[in-house]
């Protein structure tokens, strides 16, 4: 049987990567801030994502670039809702919530958010009682801290060892409340409070996240590690890093890239699959 990933109405086929595609409905996010925190062009840019191939849109209203100020809930809400609302209606694809406030999950998923995409981990028992009250997927990410803070010298023993285990306890406890296992995937969060080696690491060691058997999914699109390897500071002129991690990641058991270029990623992937022998 085909591993699938459920989401709400949808039944989402792991049998090729899925690229899920990036709305940030926010004035501050670190590499496209302001651009579509008009809902008019938030919901036209993911109708463009869908028609490049994406197979989720994950709609944030709160930017968790290290360093960012907290949104309230409520200003959050009103950023996301009309989005989502109009997306989940008109554009057939599974629409996601990127936030770590169980209200704006909850308002989502009234709206019509088939994901919640947690990016705090399913800490909070609030985004428990979320969890068990829907059923939506649910993206579980690991995070060292909050955003503001948790850049500040992130230590680890072994990276890849605790982040693994980090993710497989939230998961579990998800399970023993009453989640369904398939509803589950995990996000290893990179650039989440970890240096570049330790992202590194982390991409090297993906096979270990994907041998629990979750769905994993992995965002790195734009993100400062890429930086640091091509010596750019301009987001905006990461992509040949953004594509190289989206295939690697591919290839080493991500099941789900999230990443803002929609078009070249699906490309990339069309062509390593095709190069493996898979259909394209």
Known sequence: MDRVWRCGRFELSLDVTLVMGVLNATPDSFSDGGEFDDPILAVEHGRQMVADGAAIIDVGGESTRPGADEVSPAEEISRVRPVVSTLARDF?????????????????????????????GFRDPEMLDVALGCDAGLVIMHMLGEPKTMQAEPHYGDVA??????????????????VARERICIDPGIGFGKTLE????????????????????????????????????????????SLAIAAWSAAHGADIVRVHDVNETVRVLRMWRAIEGESA
Do not use: F, W
Request: glycine letters at 10%; zero cysteines.
């Open 198 to 241: 330790q992202n590194l690491e982390l991409l090297r060691r993906l096979p270990e996240l994907a041998a629990y058997g979750y769905p994993v999914l992995v965002g790195s699109s734009r993100k400062s590690l890429i930086g640091m390897v091509l010596d750019e500071p301009d987001p905006k002129q990461r992509l040949e890093g």
């Open 161 to 178: 060892d605790e982040v693994g285990r980090y993710l497989l306890g939230r998961a579990r406890t998800l399970e023993e409340l009453g």
């Open 92 to 120: 057939g694809v599974p629409v996601s919530v990127d936030t770590r406030h169980a209200s704006v999950a909850r308002a989502a998923v009234q709206a019509g958010a088939s994901i919640v995409n947690d990016v705090s």
